[in-house]
């Protein structure tokens, strides 16, 4: 019984947490579509998926002052509910 118990609420906690993420995430691409369009990128790869950058081109930390300014936080609901 709590083994069934506690996967049921690792499966709620995954889902809130999957939930809470596509914000983010959805947050992070209005961003990066508004970065690229102003500084007229052509192309914008993730910092994991390239092996080397050279730094000038890194937009890290404007992506980031923007996500915090349009999602200064994240309400999360509690898992089950």
Known sequence: DYQRLAQKRKRALDKVRA???????????KVVTAVAKKERIMLI???EQTV????????TDIVLKGLNKNLPSLKVAAPGK
Request: aromatic share 10%; net charge positive; glycine share 4%.
């Open 19 to 29: 939930g809470a993420m596509l914000k983010v995430e959805n947050a992070i691409k």
């Open 52 to 59: 080397f950058w050279a730094p000038p081109l890194d937009i």
């Open 45 to 47: 790869l993730r910092s």
